[in-house]
């Protein structure tokens, strides 16, 4: 199984700075990662597939890099409603599909 | 706009079964280009994949939960089906329905997830 692990756990940033979230692979995934967004009491939603397209309706602020075991999310101009907590989620290798276990980010 | 969204009972006795049906709007769950997915999260913990059917009835499922789970499909109402057997209080979680492209396995869209607890 693909164990993914995410950093920080806890992410504070002030609205309208940038935002790094990671996300590292225990074995290469190739670029089959998945980014979504999750805010309190809400399902998770698809923001990033392929490790750098963006799903529909995503703003362009919300971008992913990486590829094989390291996987970056970036928001470039954070806005209020952007904070929430991020997981990551491989589909190179299952069963099982995996995710990480979240990063939370808050308003500093 | 395909919409899911999950029913069942929440509440469940340990040792019993769950089950949760999840019934698809706007699109047709027979259509060859998807999967259809069930996730969990248990409170304040991250996500869980259960497991999978295809229209054919074809399913995989988590190794981690495989001899405890059933998924199932019924093209009739545009529903499919999970049920797990012999639950614990680690099973208490709220469970998500999701549609996967095939050949894609990413998980869009969602439903909005129902809380199962499991407690006598």
């Known amino acids: 199984e693909r164990v993914m692990t995410q950093s920080p756990a806890t992410l504070s940033v002030s609205p309208g700075e940038r935002a790094t979230l990671s996300c590292r692979a225990s074995?290469?995934?190739?670029?089959?990662l998945a980014w979504y967004q999750q805010k309190p009491g809400q399902a998770p939603r698809l923001l990033i597939y392929?490790?750098?397209t963006r799903a529909t309706g995503i703003p362009a602020r919300f971008s992913g890099s990486g590829s094989g075991t390291e996987f970056t999310l970036t928001i470039s101009s954070l806005q209020s409603e952007d904070f929430a907590v991020y997981y990551c989620?491989?589909?190179?290798?299952?069963?099982?599909?995996?995710f990480g276990q979240g990063t939370k980010l808050e308003i500093k | 706009q395909v919409q899911l969204q999950e029913s069942g009972p929440g509440l469940v006795k340990p040792s019993q079964t769950l089950s949760l049906t999840c019934t698809v709007s706007?699109?047709?769950?027979?259509?060859?280009?998807?999967?259809w997915s069930w996730i969990r999260q248990p409170a304040g913990k991250g996500l869980e994949w259960i497991g999978r059917?295809?229209?054919?009835?074809?399913?995989n499922s988590n190794p981690s939960l495989k001899s405890r789970v059933t998924i199932s499909v019924d093209t009739s109402k545009n529903q499919f089906s999970l049920r797990l057997n012999s639950v614990t209080a680690a099973d208490t979680a709220v469970y998500y329905c999701?549609?996967?492209?095939?050949?894609?396995?990413?998980?869009?869209?969602w439903g909005q997830g129902t809380l199962v607890t499991v407690s006598s």
């Open positions: 059917i295809y229209t054919s009835g074809s399913t």
């Open positions: 392929g490790a750098s």
């Open positions: 989620q491989q589909y190179n290798n299952w069963p099982p599909y995996s």
């Open positions: 706007g699109g047709s769950i027979s259509s060859g280009s998807y999967y």
């Open positions: 074995q290469s995934v190739s670029n089959n």
């Open positions: 999701a549609r996967v492209v095939v050949a894609a396995t990413w998980f869009d869209p």
